[in-house]
């Protein structure tokens, strides 16, 4: 799925607004939330604390959000270093560990032995990034199954000539045709908390690195990502 110059112009226009005036928003949302904790006790007397609950909530949607477009509205440049693809994904495993064991989902790596340590010249902060936006949506979609089978998250790494290949497979609950048409616009989600921003920026990232990234699901059985970034020289 190729992502239009139309939706990369919304992107980068969209970041600059955010990165503008997202200061500006930011700091009356502080005060909002400093007074809707204050309001807490006198809610609960009138047994209305649901409603701190969802103002917080809110709030700290508003906050991921312009936090998210801060991100993608840095810089756009990958600040890049030589390092080793699978030990970055390693990382990004032990960072997800427990939420995923929480909910039910082994999450794995799986390398060739001849490419067990590849070495690709990337921006880490950018590509860390990518690869938790996508292990994330990964464990949303093993948790939305609500059913007692088991998740599983299946990381593979190897070389395809100039290129890491990395594949992320989970057996979730996949999409259908029309969220799969649209799973990279900006602000597009299908979760009741998204932001819809996570694989807009993570398209952004890969084409910035050079690479490509591709999506392959089928609704009922699961998802896979499929990435390319350069190896180093
Ligand atoms: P968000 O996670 O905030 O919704 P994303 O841009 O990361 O934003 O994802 C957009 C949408 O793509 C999600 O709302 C979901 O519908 C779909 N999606 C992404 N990854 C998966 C996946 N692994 N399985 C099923 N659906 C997915």
Do not use: W
Request: charged residues 25%; negative net charge.
């Amino acid at each position: 799925i190729e992502q239009t110059a139309l939706q990369n112009d919304k992107l980068a226009m969209l970041g600059r607004i955010a990165a503008a005036i997202a200061h500006e928003i930011r700091n009356p949302l502080t005060s909002i939330r400093g007074f809707i904790q204050l309001l807490r006790p006198y809610l609960m007397q009138l047994g209305k604390e649901e409603y701190a609950r969802i103002i917080l909530t809110e709030i700290d949607r508003a906050n991921d959000i312009i936090f998210e477009f801060l991100n993608s509205s840095k810089p756009s440049a990958p600040m890049k270093k030589s390092v080793s693809i699978n030990r970055l994904i390693q990382e990004v495993i032990l960072l997800t560990e427990s939420e995923a064991l929480m909910r039910n989902c082994d999450i794995q790596l799986e390398t060739y032995e001849n490419d067990s340590d590849l070495m690709v010249s990337i921006d880490v902060k950018q590509i860390k990034q990518v690869i938790l936006n996508i292990v994330k949506n990964s464990i949303d979609a093993i948790e939305s199954l609500q059913e007692a089978r088991r998740g599983r998250i299946d990381l593979v790494v190897r070389s395809e000539g100039h290129f890491a290949e990395i594949t992320l497979k989970d057996n979730g609950k996949g999409m259908d045709k029309a969220t799969l048409a649209r799973l990279f616009d900006p602000f597009f989600t299908t979760k009741e908390a998204g932001t819809g921003l996570g694989l807009s920026v993570s398209y952004r990232i890969i084409r910035n690195h050079n690479g490509s990234i591709r999506v392959d699901s089928t609704e009922g059985s699961g998802t896979s990502f499929l990435i390319y970034l350069p190896l180093a020289e």
